[in-house]
Each structure stands twice: as C-alpha cells, then as structure tokens.
C-alpha cells in the first residue's frame, strides 16, 4: 500500500517561489503516473502537473496551461520523492496542493482516476 506526504506549502508574495515535496513509501507499480492537484474553496480540484515514468525513470511530463513555464514537475527516485518546483507564483495559484498516484501505462488529469492521495499542503499567494 502507498502513502503519500506532502510538504513544503507556505505563503509567498506574488512572484516568489516554493518547492513543493512528496514522499512516496510502500509499493508503487513499475509504470505510474503521479500528479500534482490543487484545489481552492469552493472550486473542483483540478491538475497542474503529471509525469508518467517506467522503471523509475520519467517518460514523459505535462502541465495545465495556467502553469506551464512556471512549474516543474521532477521526481528523486533515490528518495522516492516527487517534487513541485513553483515560480512566478500568482494570487491564483493559491490552494490546497495534493500529490496523487495511479498504476498504468497512461497519466489523466481526471482526479478519480487516482488511487492514492496525500494530505494536502496549503500554499497562499498574496499580492
């Protein structure tokens, strides 16, 4: 079974930066997908980013357009970490961000197609 930790939320001005982190432990699939998401009051939890990797090694990466240029997906498989490289952060941006995990060949940005999900890091954009 997968467990999934999130950190590295904060509050940052408008333009600034911060480097989420998920640590993975237990057992992942060969071939996954995992996914940042974030979800704001009152809004759908929606994708940001995904990478799609085999054998530990990353296949191919995507971002939603409302933050691509900005964020970078990556993983440390040394330390069964995902990481969500933040910059030029905007008002926007700010939400509850999750780290999720499914099994399989291909990434969605469907959240129910996830199986498993951390706790939530909350990150503020202030103007």
């Known amino acids: 079974q997968v467990q999934l930790v999130e950190s590295g939320g904060g509050s940052v001005q408008a333009g600034g930066s911060l480097r989420l982190s998920c640590a993975a432990s237990g057992y992942i699939n060969s071939t996954y997908c995992m996914g940042w998401f974030r979800q704001a009051p009152g809004q759908e939890r929606e994708g940001v980013a995904r990478i799609l990797s085999s054998g530990g090694r990353p296949i191919v990466t995507s971002y939603d357009d409302s933050v691509k240029g900005r964020f970078t997906i990556s993983q440390d498989n040394a330390k069964n970490t995902l990481y969500l490289q933040m910059n030029s952060l905007k008002p926007e941006d700010t939400a509850e961000y999750y780290c999720?995990?499914?099994?399989?060949?291909?990434?969605?940005?469907?959240?129910?197609?996830?199986?498993?999900w951390g706790q939530g890091t909350q990150v503020t954009v202030s103007s």
């Open positions: 999720a995990v499914k099994a399989g060949t291909y990434c969605t940005w469907r959240a129910t197609d996830f199986e498993t």
